[in-house]
């Protein structure tokens, strides 16, 4: 398969992310911050909100709570399905859970990994995409919501 490319601006199909957030209803979100000022913090809250079951991944609070959650030190914890991967981590650390989704995609379910704002991993997308898994990079869900979906 050729190679991916992705243009400098990352342009998306409005329509096909807004069938990203229809249709993906559980969403493990990875590096999920339990300080409220912090924008994984605030997404999250606002997906819930917004009816979808999220799951927080956080290694330095597993076995917490976060939002009333449950928190999972990695994706291989969480016990059920999961559509989405909403990753709130630094673009290296992207790679190593898009892996983790890829790997996990059979088992879980996992359908988009969806990196947030500021994070871009191309070879990682491209691994995922090669996979059969959808790819988001440096979108908010939030905003991404708010702007299709309505507020």
């Not at 807004?18 to 924008?39: D, M």
């Not at 606002?46 to 979808?52: A, N």
């Amino acid at each position: 398969m050729d190679d991916l490319v992705y243009d400098d601006d990352l342009v998306y199909d409005d329509g096909r992310v807004h069938e990203i957030l229809k249709h993906a209803r559980v969403i493990a979100v990875v590096g999920l911050s339990p300080k409220p000022e912090r924008p994984s913090f605030k997404v999250a809250r606002f997906l819930i909100d917004k009816g979808y079951t999220v799951l927080p991944v956080n290694p330095g609070h597993a076995d917490g709570e976060i939002l009333g959650r449950t928190v999972y030190a990695g994706l291989t914890e969480i016990p059920g399905p999961v559509d989405m991967v909403d990753i709130f981590r630094d673009s290296e650390a992207a790679g190593h859970v898009t892996d983790a989704a890829i790997n996990l995609a059979p088992e879980k379910g996992i359908r988009v990994v969806w990196m947030q704002e500021g994070v871009r991993n191309d070879a990682a997308a491209q691994r995922a995409e090669n996979a059969g898994l959808a790819v988001i990079m440096d979108r908010c869900t939030k905003k991404e919501y708010a702007r299709l979906m309505g507020a």
